[in-house]
């Protein structure tokens, strides 16, 4: 339905909304990761570097830093700037970013000019039509984007996060690789001197068929475990590559030859359970999901029955005079009240409260599961280096000394020496657990083990998870 209204009434009201459209027009947010940067250094975890992969000054400082022997920092470092698939995650906040600014502008009004010619004259007809119902939407929309920014921002310095907890577990698992290869290395040498003087004495009829056999089978055994050893180091360390960025056929770069020992025994997994409620990225980008619904569907319900009009201005002239004057356009909600619309955002809005209670529940199980693991595969590495490992190699000496007085057969050596490797490889598989489940707990636990300061508990106080919705 159309209304005239008086010139200067129309007049007013299309300079206001004009006004409206040039200061839209010049708002904007830079695009930047100041506020993802925060996040991160707020859990004590990795910054994000200025520039990219795409610098070339960045490349070349990569293929400097990786000669010779990288430490697991710099390794996440290098992550973090040649990866290019957190390069592609990162630009999410700037998509965000630009719908927020396109969120703050209004439609751009429509300027219509006719001019009709008939056996009396020409008769001309002008008008400009501005969004009237666009512009009164334009403060929730900008606070649902602001929301939708919110979140972006969350995942993305979760990503940064996960990316950085990756690294840092195939680093490790390339440690143990390195470290198995040393171990199968020494043994191979070992059993291969063995064999070798094994012969020697069973071609001078000094050494039984059976014992032959059995330093051949050794021998054998030891080369088989060395090949795959190699297998899994060149396996995990094509991984690390991978997430580094660089190219996995690179030889110019090692790892650490040796695992660290375990730390002091951590949080219990309750703590960290706490901890990780309140710390984990995605837990909160979850939560800012459940608010950029409910500002969604406040939007709708608010223009179910406005969900469209228009006010304008037009001039005509005529041969007898010229005429000015404005008018609206509204539709009539007969058919389309914005039922099926609301019912929408309704059910997006239980689904993002659904999807929030779930991951709350996955994230206490997987931390409490992953403290577990981290616990025994402490206690299994401790036990092995304290008790496990001194034992096998007493045995193996003290069975060496049995042997050499005809007091024990070379079999019951054979056997003890096989024990005392069986044990090394147990600690080294251990050690590698408990790092690698550390890397894991920490990132489980939003970046860091630290235990929950004031502020964080009076925030996770304030801020309960939503249980319901509407």
């Known amino acids: ?12 009201a299309c300079l206001a909304l004009l006004g409206m459209i040039s200061g839209c027009a010049s708002a904007g947010r830079p695009t930047d990761l100041g506020r993802v940067q925060e996040l991160l250094a707020e859990r004590g975890s990795w910054r994000l570097p200025a520039t990219t992969s795409a610098d070339t000054a960045v490349t070349m400082w990569a ?47 429509v300027v219509s000019v006719e001019r009709l010619a008939s056996g009396a004259g020409s008769v001309r007809l002008a008008g400009v039509v501005l969004p009237l119902v666009d512009a009164l939407q334009r403060p929730l929309r900008t606070r649902v984007s602001e929301s939708a920014l919110r979140a972006a921002e969350q995942r993305v310095a979760d990503a940064v996060i996960d990316l950085a907890k990756r690294v840092r577990v195939a680093y490790v698992m390339t440690q143990a690789a390195t470290q198995m290869v040393e171990l199968w290395t020494t043994v191979g040498a ?38 795959r050893a190699r297998e899994e180091q060149q396996v995990t360390r094509a991984e690390l590559s991978r997430l580094m960025g660089l190219d ?29 409620l309140v710390r984990r990225l995605d837990l909160r980008a979850r939560r800012q999901d459940v608010e950029t619904r409910a500002r969604a569907l406040g939007l709708t319900q608010r223009f179910a029955l406005l969900a469209d009009g228009t006010i304008g201005l037009g001039y005509e002239r005529e041969p007898d005079g010229a005429f000015r004057g404005g008018g609206f356009s509204l539709p009539l909600p007969f058919f389309d009240r914005g039922q099926a ?130």
């Open 190 to 227: 070992a059993t291969s001197a063995s064999a070798t003087s094994a012969r020697v004495l069973h071609a001078a009829g000094n050494l039984p068929d059976l014992v032959l056999a059995q330093e051949r089978a050794m021998a054998g055994q030891a080369q088989v475990s060395l090949i």
């Open 1 to 12: 339905m159309t209304a005239n209204f008086a010139r200067g009434a129309a007049g007013g």
């Open 63 to 109: 293929r400097r830093v990786v000669r010779g022997e990288v430490p697991i920092d710099t390794a996440v470092k290098v992550a973090l700037l040649m990866n290019r698939n957190l390069s592609a995650t990162l630009e999410e906040v700037g998509l965000a970013q630009a719908d927020l600014r396109q969120a703050g502008l209004l439609a751009n009004p």
């Open 341 to 470: 619309r609301i019912a929408r955002d309704r059910a997006l809005l239980r689904q993002s409260v659904a999807l929030h209670d779930a991951a709350v529940v996955d994230v206490s199980a997987e931390v409490t599961t992953l403290a577990a693991r981290m616990a025994g595969a402490r206690a299994r590495a401790l036990q092995l280096r304290t008790d496990v490992l001194p034992a096998r190699s007493l045995v193996v000496s003290e069975m060496q000394r049995f042997v050499n007085a005809m007091q024990e057969t070379i079999f019951t050596l054979l056997l003890a020496r096989q024990a005392e490797v069986e044990a090394g490889q147990s600690y080294v598989e251990a050690l590698a657990a408990y790092w690698t489940t550390r890397a894991e707990l920490e990132r489980a636990a939003g970046g860091s083990l630290v235990p929950l300061s004031e502020e964080e508990r009076r925030e996770a106080t304030q801020k309960q998870p939503t249980g319901s919705a509407p």
């Open 248 to 276: 996995a056929t690179d030889t110019t770069w090692t790892v650490a030859s040796r695992l660290a020992d375990p730390e002091d025994a951590g949080p219990t997994g309750r703590d960290v359970v706490q901890v990780a």
